[in-house]
């Protein structure tokens, strides 16, 4: 079994900054393609970023491209999400999500379908 946990949301004011965590375990990480997505209150889950099994591969929804950065730390198992400059628009849940690479043909994915193993999530919430 692969486990996700997300750590690091909370409440900050517009034009903050917050940094997310995600801890694996129970798999080969450094074998992951990763991802982070959210759902705000109503609304479809959406992508965000993802991140290729050696970090040398991103890309960003665009509407969080030059606000949010994705990172891996292979040794510590551990995916992280930089928020700058957040807005009230991107308050939602986080999640992050995982794919093995050896068992597919991209090593990095916008479409939740592709990802197998997914943390509970962290609320992020942003005030004006």
């Known amino acids: 079994q692969v486990h996700l946990v997300e750590s690091g949301g909370g409440l900050v004011q517009a034009g903050g900054s917050l940094r997310l965590s995600c801890a694996a375990s129970g798999g080969t990480f450094s074998s992951y393609g990763m991802g982070w997505f959210r759902r705000s209150l109503g609304k479809e889950r959406e992508f965000v970023a993802t991140?290729?099994?050696?970090?040398?591969?991103?890309y960003y929804a665009d509407s969080v491209k030059g606000r949010f950065t994705i990172s891996r730390d292979n040794a510590k198992n551990t995916v992280y999400l930089q928020m700058n400059s957040l807005k009230p628009e991107d308050t939602a849940v986080y999640y992050c999500a995982a794919f093995d690479s050896r068992s597919s043909i991209v090593v990095i994915s916008t479409t939740d379908h592709e990802y197998h193993y997914w943390g509970q999530g962290t609320q992020v919430t942003v005030s004006s």
């Open positions: 991140i290729s099994w050696n970090g040398g591969t991103t």
